[in-house]
């Protein structure tokens, strides 16, 4: 089978265009994502050796909401359910850290969640 693009790889008309993409481990719409997206990380990780290449570079994400809103309270059952890597900030603390981030380079993917304030990996 032979597939045929309008523009050339890498141009910036697709969804799947722009400079940055987030990869999330802990999923906001279901936690069953997440044996998928972790699959898809081993993979990832895996065409990376192959071809020698750095296709990702990992820095980390923050994901800020309210507990109760219940995309959070999902986020937060995929990282309960899957012991995903994570931190969780209150108001007070994300405002120490982010002073101190700026200089930082994180290297997990993202795996975050947020109760109350916010929340980073
Ligand atoms: C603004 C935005 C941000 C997103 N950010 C993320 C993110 O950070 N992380 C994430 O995991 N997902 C993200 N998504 C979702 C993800 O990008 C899409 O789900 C995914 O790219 C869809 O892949 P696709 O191959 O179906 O479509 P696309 O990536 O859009 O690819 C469709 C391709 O078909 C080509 N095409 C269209 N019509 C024709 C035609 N008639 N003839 C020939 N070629 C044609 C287009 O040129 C394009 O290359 C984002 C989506 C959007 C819109």
Not at 46 to 66: A, K, P, V
Not at 105 to 115: I, L, Y
Request: with cysteine.
């Amino acid at each position: 089978m032979v597939g045929y693009d309008r523009f050339a790889p890498g141009h910036d008309r697709s969804a799947a265009g722009g400079e940055t993409r987030i990869f999330r481990s802990a999923h906001f719409e279901d936690s069953r994502y997440v044996p998928l997206l972790k699959h898809a990380d081993v993979l990832w990780e895996q065409l990376q050796r192959e071809t020698g290449h750095e296709l990702r570079r990992l820095t980390g994400c923050l994901l800020m909401g309210r507990t109760e809103h219940h995309q959070m309270a999902t986020v937060l059952q995929s990282i309960a359910e899957h012991d995903l890597d994570h931190e969780v900030l209150d108001a007070e603390s994300l405002a120490n850290a982010s002073r101190s981030t700026a200089s930082r380079t994180a290297t997990r993917p993202c795996s975050t969640a947020a109760p109350a304030s916010s929340a980073r990996s």
